[in-house]
C-alpha cells in the first residue's frame, strides 16, 4: 500500500538548518507531484512545497520562500526539504505526500526550533 516514511526532523537554533526526507512507496514515485506539509502546534496543517513529476518544478509557500529548497530523487522514491534561516514559527511536525490525492498521512517528523 502507499506508505510515506518522513525523518531528519529535530531540535535546531534559530537561524540553523535541517534537510528532511520522506521515503515513499507503493506507487509509481516518478509520475507524481509531490509536497510538504506542516503541522504546528494548535493550528491547521498547511503546504509548504511541491515539486512536479518531470522537471522538478517547484512551488512554495510565500512564509518559506528563499529559505526552504524542495527536490527528488526519483530512482530513490525519496523527496527532501532543504530547511535554512529557521525561526521559531517554522516549529511544527513535516508530512509529505502526493500533491492533490487524498493519501493516508505518514507520522510525520517533528522539527523544534528553539534556543
Known amino acids: 500500500q502507499v506508505q510515506f516514511v518522513e525523518s531528519g526532523g529535530g531540535l535546531v537554533q534559530p537561524g540553523g538548518s535541517l534537510k528532511l526526507s520522506c521515503a515513499a512507496s507503493?506507487?509509481?514515485?516518478?509520475?507524481?507531484?509531490m509536497s510538504w506539509y506542516r503541522q504546528a502546534p494548535g493550528k491547521e496543517r498547511e503546504l509548504v512545497a511541491h515539486i512536479s513529476s518531470g522537471s522538478g518544478v517547484t512551488n512554495y509557500a510565500d512564509f518559506v520562500k528563499g529559505r526552504f529548497t524542495i527536490s527528488r530523487d526519483n530512482a530513490k522514491s525519496t523527496v527532501y526539504l532543504q530547511m535554512n534561516s529557521l525561526t521559531p514559527e517554522d516549529t511544527a511536525v513535516y508530512y509529505c505526500?502526493?500533491?492533490?490525492?487524498?493519501?493516508?498521512w505518514g507520522q510525520g517528523t517533528p522539527v523544534t526550533v528553539s534556543a
Open positions: 505526500r502526493r500533491t492533490n490525492v487524498r493519501d493516508y
Open positions: 507503493g506507487f509509481i514515485f516518478s509520475n507524481y507531484y
